[in-house]
């Protein structure tokens, strides 16, 4: 079947342009993660959702940052006067219910210059 | 709240050898492990889990990992490394609403 799939895979925008990321999950799975890979570094957690609850903002970095997710089928993941330090590669993940494993989509990877 | 670290940035080894890939944790929960695999400009690859049960797990293309709680490790290992395992090797513990921390990274370079 179709895996996590993200648009688009790559994004280059000047700084203060806001930008939108897009994470279409695996069908039927329920919880939906944002994560952040800086150059060299572990994946961050951004955010999460699960079913129709209210969603996990904890890992989001700034007020710059947002994310919406309608049900439980796509998110878009925005981040609004982009700065330098934005750039990193930007990674959804999906989760069945009553599983623990993530599928990870492949990433979109922003350059903000 | 949840940690992990990756002791080693990079590991070069000889194909064929066998390699270990460290990684220690740090929770005040019971917890749920994992090992993801992310080759050059791709996604990141599930290669095993430990969620309860047996100590020792096995994943895909040859790797497994033991759990050691008195330790909290969860080392990775695989007895004999191919020149296509090279890529970047992630530890990550699963806290509340299973979002995952993820350690630093590990490159494992395999040469011939």
């Known amino acids: 079947g179709a895996g996590v799939s993200q648009s688009p895979s790559n994004k280059v925008t000047e700084k203060g342009k806001d930008v939108e990321l897009r994470c279409d999950p695996i069908?039927?799975?329920?919880?939906l993660y944002w994560y952040r890979q800086r150059l060299g570094q572990g994946l961050e957690f951004l955010i999460y959702?699960?079913?129709?609850?209210?969603?996990?903002k904890s890992g989001l970095p700034s007020d710059r940052f947002s994310a919406e997710r309608t049900g439980e089928s796509v998110s878009t993941l925005t981040i609004q006067r982009t700065q330098q330090e934005d750039s990193a590669v930007y990674l959804c993940?999906?989760?069945?219910?009553?599983?623990?494993?993530?599928?990870f989509g492949p990433g979109t990877r922003l350059t903000v210059l | 709240a949840q940690s992990v670290t990756q002791l080693d940035s990079q590991v070069p080894v000889f194909e064929e050898a066998p390699v270990e890939l460290r990684c220690n944790y740090s929770?005040?929960?019971?917890?749920?492990l994992f090992w993801y695999v992310q080759y050059p400009n791709q996604g990141l690859q599930l290669l095993l889990k430990?969620?309860?049960?047996?100590?020792l797990v096995k994943g895909i293309n040859g790797f497994e990992a033991e759990f050691n709680k008195s330790q909290t490790s969860f080392h990775l290992r695989k007895p004999s490394v191919h020149i296509s395992d090279t890529a970047e090797y992630f530890c990550?513990?699963?806290?509340?609403?299973?979002?995952?921390?993820f350690g630093a990274g590990t490159i494992l370079r395999v040469k011939s």
């Open positions: 993940a999906s989760r069945p219910g009553g599983a623990h494993e993530q599928f």
């Open positions: 069908s039927g799975h329920t919880a």
């Open positions: 959702f699960q079913g129709n609850s209210a969603p996990d």
């Open positions: 929770s005040s929960v019971s917890v749920y």
């Open positions: 430990y969620l309860s049960g047996s100590t």
């Open positions: 990550a513990v699963s806290g509340w609403g299973n979002k995952l921390v």
